[in-house]
């Protein structure tokens, strides 16, 4: 059974106003040498934050952990980490980037990779958030984030008529 009860849609223009301000946020504790994107879900943010940051040097760590789960709704179950590709170095005076923290199994792997890196995310559950040096905005742990690139626009059916149903 999946541990998601809760939705929680993130439109472009909020994905960008919370990469706008964890950029102020590392900004204030640089210089930096680079960022580290954590693909996929790092990418967009890392695109965002390199800007804002006048950062040119950037890589990836390209890891997979989550698949969809047996209802095909979207929501995701998380299996094994399978790292495709890791970075040189133990990150020192980089910037480590993802979309979200959620268990803080991502988390755990690409801190053992990348020790001195500093890892900053957009969003926290409170499984991961330790795991996390900066972070924007807390959701719940039973939430499940879902990214505008996730996501397009379709009919809503009213409120009133969703109810009994
Ligand atoms: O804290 P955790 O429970 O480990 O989950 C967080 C990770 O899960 C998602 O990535 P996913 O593996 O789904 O791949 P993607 O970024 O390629 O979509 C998300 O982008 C984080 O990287
Ligand atoms: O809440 C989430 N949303 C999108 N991807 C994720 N990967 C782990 N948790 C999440
Ligand atoms: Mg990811």
Not at 120 to 129: F, L, M, N, S, V
Request: charged share 25%.
């Amino acid at each position: 059974m999946t541990p998601y009860s809760k939705d929680f849609p993130v439109s472009w223009e909020e994905l960008h106003r919370n990469a706008r301000a964890l950029s102020w946020r590392l900004l204030e504790q640089g210089p930096w040498k680079g960022i580290i994107a954590i693909t996929r879900g790092g990418l967009v943010p890392a695109a965002i934050l390199c800007r804002e940051m006048d950062i040119r040097l950037i890589d990836t760590i390209c890891i997979v952990s989550y698949g969809e789960d047996e209802k095909g709704n979207g929501a995701m179950k998380q299996g094994e980490l399978n790292v495709l590709k890791g970075v040189e170095g133990d990150g020192e005076g980089f910037i480590l980037i993802d979309d979200l923290v959620d268990t803080g199994r991502t988390a755990a792997k690409v801190r053992e990779m990348l020790p001195k890196a500093h890892f900053a995310t957009i969003y926290a559950k409170p499984a991961g958030k330790p795991l996390v040096d900066t972070f924007i905005t807390e959701v719940s742990q039973d939430t499940w984030i879902r990214f505008p690139w996730d996501m397009e626009y379709t009919f809503s059916t009213p409120l009133a008529d969703r109810q009994g149903k």
